[in-house]
């Protein structure tokens, strides 16, 4: 499980079903069978909080009680057929040991708090609006959780290489031929060869001998396929890139 989409919640249930196992008494003269249910079902809500809180050490150490879900709901296994305390004490015996690793894993767990409001409701539609292809939609993705939290350098580098990946696939699948015309003869040595290869595979754009990305919008300038104001504000993003990819004192804010 990726550990960045545990909520707060899932936590806490990992602590309250340890809570209430670790307390469970058999109400009274509820028979048999019920009770082993209830107390298997118990354990596993707690397994399944323990998976979704991404607390590995804890999953590996709460790996023992697995087993004890079937012995309970297996009339004839000896543990079944044994009285109510004995069932619970058995439980209660291996969870000890899960709750001191559970415990352990959780004081060096550092929790980091996600602004939902960091990201413009524009900036989310956008993968509303728009057919973005799976690249896309992980770049946009990233770029939207490094503003909630707060990783605004990371942020601005993650949407360059949004809006970038978005130019080079429409050129790719739209203008790759008037792209590739301009890009051989626009640019040649002094012997008259040309610098660059045409683009034939996808990911020509960023082999050894890639075009880079100034020389892409350049190109992109050059034979028309962007206007003078779109490629001087796409090569001001990508300065900005420059900018905050790099050791420096640049101090990126949320609002840019």
């Given at each position: 499980m990726d550990i960045s989409e545990v909520t707060f919640q899932s936590v806490l249930r990992v602590g309250w079903f340890a809570h209430a196992i670790q307390a469970y008494e058999n109400p009274g003269e509820v028979k048999l069978g019920y009770h082993n249910k209830k107390l298997a079902d118990a354990i596993r809500e707690w397994l399944d909080s323990i998976d979704e809180s991404g607390l590995s050490r804890t999953q590996v150490a709460a790996g023992s009680l697995a087993p004890l879900i079937s012995v309970l709901l297996n009339k004839t296994s000896i543990l079944a057929s044994a009285d109510s305390a004995r069932c619970v004490s058995t439980v209660q015996g291996r969870l000890a040991p899960i709750l001191d690793v559970l415990f352990d894993e959780a004081s060096s767990t550092l929790a980091v708090v996600v602004d939902d409001t960091a990201a413009s409701s524009r900036l989310r539609k956008l993968a509303?609006?728009?057919?973005?292809?799976?690249?896309?939609?992980?770049?946009?993705?990233?770029?939207?959780?490094?503003?909630?939290?707060?990783?605004?350098?990371?942020?601005?580098?993650?949407?360059?290489?949004?809006?970038?990946?978005?130019?080079?696939?429409?050129?790719?699948?739209?203008?790759?031929?008037?792209?590739?015309?301009?890009?051989?003869?626009?640019?040649?040595?002094?012997?008259?060869?040309?610098?660059?290869?045409?683009?034939?595979?996808?990911?020509?754009?960023?082999?050894?001998?890639?075009?880079?990305?100034?020389?892409?919008?350049?190109?992109?300038?050059?034979?028309?396929?962007?206007?003078?104001?779109?490629?001087?504000?796409?090569?001001?993003l990508l300065n900005d890139r420059n900018d905050h990819a790099h050791s420096n004192y640049t101090e990126p804010e949320r609002e840019r």
């Open positions: 509303e609006d728009y057919s973005l292809t799976e690249p896309q939609a992980m770049l946009h993705a990233e770029a939207c959780r490094c503003l909630e939290l707060r990783l605004y350098r990371s942020a601005v580098v993650m949407m360059w290489n949004l809006v970038f990946e978005c130019v080079r696939r429409w050129v790719f699948d739209n203008k790759l031929s008037d792209f590739n015309k301009e890009l051989v003869s626009g640019y040649t040595r002094k012997n008259g060869q040309a610098v660059y290869e045409q683009i034939v595979n996808y990911s020509d754009f960023w082999d050894s001998q890639s075009v880079g990305e100034r020389i892409t919008l350049d190109t992109c300038e050059r034979c028309k396929l962007i206007g003078v104001k779109l490629h001087h504000r796409l090569v001001g």
